[in-house]
Each structure stands twice: as C-alpha cells, then as structure tokens.
Nanobody
Framework: VQLQAYGGGLVQAGGSLRLACTAS????????MGWFRQAPGKQREMVAI???????IYADSVKGRFTISRDNAKNTAYLQMNSLKPEDTAVYYC?????????WGQGTQVTVSS
C-alpha cells in the first residue's frame, strides 16, 4: 500500500485547510483510515480516525474544528481543518490499517501563524 498525503501549507490562525490522502490498492473501503500529527519535539498523536464502517473518533483537541471523511470510490480520505490554531502546527500523516498492519504516508506540513 502506498499513501500520498497533500494539502498542507501555511495559514493564519482562524483559517482552514483541507488535507487529502490517496491510497493505492483495491480494498480501500475495507480498511480504517486515520490522520496523525507530530509537532517538533513531541510524540506523534492521533487526530482523527474513520473506520471502514464509517465510525469516527477525534482527539479532544480538534473536536468541533476538524472533520474526517472518506470517498471509497476515489480511494481517498480527507481532513477538513477549520478554526486552525498555532498549536495545530505539525507534520500531518495519514495512515491505513488492516487487522494486522498499518501503512503510513510521507507527511505534509501544516503551519499556522498567529
């Protein structure tokens, strides 16, 4: 599986960005997709996960501001990020998980200026 994440960039606080992650393979619809982030000097943390059946969980820090979604026909997962804060600055990674394995994309930088 290969994952390609894109859509990061520089935005002012209060702004929005939409990340996308496209996956190779033909069984995208049967796998969970997630977004994680890692800020400098910090551990990677979960941002949002959407399961194959559409169940969604969010980190408390992004609830009400971020929305994860998926388009199985396009093998793509999205992360709509609104009301961005400087503390959202990080490298954002997408991931795909089966029952036994997790694949990671290369990461896309999101920088929120105050």
């Amino acid at each position: 599986v290969q994952l390609q994440a894109y859509g990061g960039g520089l935005v002012q606080a209060g702004g929005s960005l939409r990340l996308a992650c496209t996956a190779s393979g033909s069984i995208f619809s049967r796998r969970n997709m997630g977004w994680f982030r890692q800020a400098p000097g910090k551990q990677r943390e979960m941002v949002a996960i959407i399961s194959s059946d559409g169940t969604i969980i969010y980190a408390d820090s992004v609830k009400g501001r971020f929305t994860i979604s998926r388009d199985n026909a396009k093998n793509t997962a999205y992360l709509q990020m609104n009301s961005l804060k400087p503390e959202d600055t990080a490298v954002y990674y997408c991931a795909q998980a089966s029952n036994t394995q997790t694949w990671w994309g290369q990461g896309t930088q999101v920088t929120v200026s105050s």
